[in-house]
């Protein structure tokens, strides 16, 4: 008789955008001519920059020419060029990593999902309340408990370590998704010296660290002195430069992380996780890896850095405008999100249906994230700058006084 | 402290082709200048045909145009233009399934590995000895029990279900990887009413559908009566039309599959799969899935059926070869996998130094699939004509009287 793995029956019912996806279904279909504007899904607007395309074409090219096919990659932790180019990348912001270090992924989502595979069930997995549901629903599916460390108005939604609280897996995101908030070199130390303490293991999220455009901020936990010895760091091109739809990430595990064995001993995080992708992926797609490559050469940087401008743009209209209303908000400096307290004292998901039915204006609710969630919004700059114009001139009318 | 997931340190030391690398790679720097053939790891060498480069190309321009860019997939499960193209391809050969139970993937290394995540550890899996070692490793990596059914000498290496042992979970595939056997319709049917008889689910991979050519064998498990009810197919591009490299696959999951919850109730095998890949998966990249899309265009499959036919000239000529050297093996008609017993009786590593060291020819251990691959051996038909020839010559000389 063939069980469910039954932890699956402990996750929420619906995963939130598959419920936003339902509701906007609903309203188009109830009124199809309507312009709704989409603020909501952490997705991208503007298309691939040419230096990207040029390179995947290029590749593909290859693909099809005998001499230059490419099969099975030899490791399917990622080809040299590209795993060269992250470190590069990183060194350009002053953090040294090795290339050996650089595993490449079809995106921070798989990574982030699957990393829980080389865990045992027995762990405290220590998650900032609001959090990206993946960090959450994968480890409920994999049984290990979970526990809240709260973000919320009184710290600006940047939650600290609480000492006298015991954790073996903590996951932090900066620039946070949801809440836009980026924790400073100070913050985040304080978390790296945490994690010592409880020798516990930081998988750290850096989906966002192209937003950050402080020299102050921390881009990656591996500014922090002591984190290449407690973090993972996870990072994708999907906001970076626009690859939500071409599926590219990375993550990197320094050398010297271990966890323990059941008798205690050192294990090499490194080994174990290169086991688990050696045995259930099979690497990314090669036109991908160079179109990945693509973005980290000058011509790439400086169209992808223009099109993070522009996104950026978008996040100082939406500041301003909530500014004028006098509506409190973390996020929209350093980070595409801008999360707010919903108005008129409502609840997220009611806010959610309020603003699709009264300004058709799709967000998300920040009750989708975890409990200190609810009662506030998100809302993403990753529409265009005209679409951005007119959804803020729709939310001033529905939310002014 | 964190803790690792102890089922790792039940794993064998290393995985089988990782192990072929490191010697082949020892072997070429002490001896760089020769030429080495390649008949080891199921890896392809033709390139992608004019069809599928072309559609890559054309979906990775409209990646770099605004009104066609594609970010995020709504489902993550594949887009509808794929999914249709695999279900009007199974009615090509006589099958149906619904578009819907068509489930995109990255390829079925991947959709093999992590579909364990859905069952409890508490389950049984049967899997055939000798067999692709992903399903082992990811069933040890779950913590669940191993049991082997044996493919041998005796039953032509296609193993038979033992009405007197039980299994939650089968793991089937044909045609076989490694041995190249294909199983009838009939023994296809005695699994299904073996799985039924046990409440069990079958993992059906049918990576090498493609090289049947006889109309009497099975190219899915869902020509089979009942299969519906027990079984999932996973299935590949890679081999069918080169994507090794490329990345791409699709597992069929019928609606009306069931698991048991832990309380003995039915339990949607489909709405667990999709919740898993929900949150551990983002889709497939768009220009990946636009040149699977073009496999299955007429065009394509003319091209792709053209690169299958030259490996199986290959494969012929391999059988000729063992023919009239009086090896036995099984393989090489309907599957581009030749399995042979080692000459000299020596052993499949031994043989694999020797074949190296003497005729520079790489192949791949039986042992390296389970213990009833000792003393047997694995040859691909995925190199070229001309080094198809070249190594069976080197061959006969190495094994001739």
Known sequence: MAKMNESFLSLKKSYLFIEIGKRVREYIAAHPDNKIIRMGIGDVTQPLVPAVVEAMKKAADEMGVKETFRGYEDSGLGYDFLRDAVRDYYKSFGVEVKSAEVLISDGAKSDCGNIGDIFSADNTVLITDPAYPVYVDSNV????????????????????????????????????????????????????????????????????????????????????????????????????????????????????????????????????????????????????????????????????????????????????????????????????????????????????????????VVGTPGEGFGKNGDGWFRLTAFNTLENTKEAMERFKKLCGK
Chains 1, 2 share one sequence.
């Open 141 to 360: 599916m994999g049984g290990r408990k979970v526990i809240f460390a709260d973000s919320n108005e009184e710290n600006g939604f940047a939650a600290m370590p609480d000492k006298n609280v015991h954790a073996d897996i903590i996951y932090l995101c900066s620039p946070n998704n949801p809440t836009g908030s980026v924790y400073t070199k100070a913050q985040l130390k304080e978390w790296v010296d945490y994690a010592i303490a409880n020798d516990a293991v930081i998988i750290y999220d850096a989906a966002y660290e192209a937003f950050i455009s402080d020299p102050e901020l921390p881009r990656s936990i591996f500014c922090i002195e002591g984190a290449r010895k407690c973090a993972v760091e996870i990072c994708s091109l999907s906001k970076t430069a626009g690859f939500t739809g071409t599926r590219c990430g990375y993550t990197i595990v320094p050398e010297e992380l271990m966890l323990k064995t059941p008798t205690g001993e050192d294990i090499s995080f490194y080994q174990l996780w290169t086991r688990r992708q050696g045995s259930k992926f099979n690497g990314v797609s090669y036109p991908v890896q160079r179109a990945a490559e693509a973005v980290f050469s000058p011509e790439g940087q400086a169209q992808c850095k223009a099109v993070i401008a522009s996104y950026m743009a978008n996040a100082k209209i939406m500041a301003e405008t909530f500014d004028s209303l006098g509506i409190e908000y973390t996020g929209g400096k350093n980070s595409p999100y801008i999360w707010f307290k919903c108005p008129f004292g409502m609840n997220s998901w009611d806010f959610f249906d309020k603003l699709l039915n009264e300004a058709e």
